[in-house]
């Protein structure tokens, strides 16, 4: 950055897109969170309490430098980072631009920071929540799995549980399975239509049922993502025992496992 432009930068001192800092303390990483989350700002080190640089060692600058960057990293924001001089003495620059996608920036410790002003405010967790599913596209995912409930009642229970955990995603997900949508015809085609309509598969074992081999099949030739879950006595057939399998005792233990991992399957579709 050019000394004329740094100069026009500081000029009124902290703001809703500068902080002036001399050392680097922990708080930085709630800044970068903030500047994120709003419209992104810089970071300039070599600055004293009163807003008057005071400049940095090169040490300090190769110091500063790579905390930056490891941190920057860690939070997954898109960052600039460079070190200038300005009246005379050297400083390092630290831009943080505003978040390219729907998700917030969050600090290690879970929390989301916006930017008001010279301040950094804490975002209110039902708001984030709120934030989330508002702003994202919706995401389908269909479940296959057997459809035998009047022989093995338990299968009501498991597919509550996917409901539910469906809900608790921090992203807008709509989670349906192939007898819950009307239709008129033939009922493998109306199988393959949802399949290649949706985002991702869910793919439950239960009873070792041959419609969920026959629609992860048809759903992995088409290159669809695919989650697969059984309840822990099933017996998987050799062509899918050695896929990652999420394997429970109970409904609620399937709802705890399916909201970790549609949050990740989520974010790395919509990124």
């Known amino acids: 950055m050019q000394p004329d432009k740094i100069e026009k930068l500081i000029m009124d001192g902290d703001g809703h897109t500068l902080e002036l800092k001399y050392d680097f303390p922990s708080s930085v990483e ?37 905390r930056a960057v490891s941190l920057c990293q860690a939070m997954s924001v898109s960052f600039e980072l460079y ?62 799995m057997s459809f035998r409930e009047q022989e093995y009642p338990r299968l009501v229970d498991f597919y509550d549980a996917m409901k539910r955990a469906a809900d608790r995603c921090a992203y807008r997900l709509k989670l349906w399975k192939n007898d819950e949508d009307p239709f008129n015809g033939n009922a493998v085609m109306h199988i393959h239509e949802n399949i290649k309509k949706c985002d991702f598969m869910l793919a439950d074992y239960t009873l070792n049922s041959s419609n969920v081999y026959y629609e992860e099949g048809f759903a ?52």
Request: net charge neutral; proline share 1%.
């Open 30 to 66: 709630k800044t970068v969170s903030a500047f994120a989350n709003t419209n992104g700002g810089y970071i300039v080190f070599g600055f004293n309490d009163e807003g008057k640089v005071v400049g940095l060692t090169q040490n300090q600058i190769d110091d500063f430098s790579k």
């Open 83 to 144: 070190p200038s001089n300005f009246d005379m003495k050297q400083i390092l620059v630290l831009h943080i631009y505003k978040k390219e996608f729907h998700y917030s920036v969050r600090t290690s410790d879970g929390l989301i920071w916006l930017r008001q002003g010279a301040k950094n405010v804490l975002m209110p967790a039902k708001e984030d929540f709120k934030l989330q599913k508002g702003m994202r596209k919706q995401l389908k995912c269909f479940v296959a």
């Open 220 to 271: 992995a030739g088409m290159g669809k993502e695919i989650i697969q879950t059984c309840e822990n006595t099933t017996d998987l057939a050799f062509d899918i025992n050695h896929n990652n399998t999420y394997s429970y005792a109970n409904a609620h233990q399937l709802e705890e496992q399916l909201v970790d991992s549609f949050n990740e399957i989520c974010k790395r579709l919509l990124s």
